[in-house]
């Protein structure tokens, strides 16, 4: 008897991508992701704790897809900050204009030119055991950080 076979479905063991987290309090978490979903759900979906007001700005476009139209507000918030490592931060793709301004507007004194939003990030199969950190949730941070605040040389530098 022949079996059939499926051609041209994707498994999803294909799609999986493997991330590696340290939270703020130093917690590691190993997690699977999906190939082309936003960073922030894959997170969110795996209980890692992360920030995540906003959901990345725009409930009918998500800011990981190309805008429809220039109306869209992208992020509103800065709470799913993360730090990406130094070998991968250099393949991510370049931070849009909505991202940008949301990470230099961030009350906290934890941004770093690493810096990135997990809302705008896809995840992509080259992602595979990407190593980045949780700086803090909205919970965590010190008190006091919530502003006023000063631009010192500890903010963004670079883009």
């Not at 130093?26 to 922030?40: C, F, I, N, P």
């Not at 190309?66 to 490592?85: A, F, K």
């Not at 700086?135 to 883009?159: A, M, V």
Request: proline share 6%; with cysteine; glycine share 8%.
């Amino acid at each position: 008897m022949e079996q059939h076979v499926a051609k041209g479905i994707p498994k999803v063991k294909d799609k999986l991508v493997t991330l590696n987290i340290q939270v703020f309090d130093g917690t590691k978490h190993v997690v699977q992701a999906y190939e082309g979903e936003s960073l922030l759900l894959a997170l969110k979906r795996n209980l890692v704790p992360i920030g995540h007001a906003c959901n990345g700005g725009d409930l009918n476009v998500p800011y990981t897809e190309n805008m429809q139209d220039n109306t869209s507000w992208g992020p509103s918030c800065s709470e799913c900050q993360i730090v990406v490592g130094e070998p991968w931060f250099k393949h991510l793709r370049s931070m849009g204009e909505h991202e940008k301004a949301r990470l230099l507007r961030t009350p906290t004194n934890f941004v770093t030119p690493e810096s990135r939003l997990a809302c705008c990030l896809v995840v992509e199969k080259w992602m595979n055991g990407i190593q980045f950190s949780v700086p803090h949730t909205e919970e965590s941070r010190p008190i006091g950080t919530e502003g006023p605040f000063e631009h010192g040389e500890n903010r963004i530098h670079r883009f």
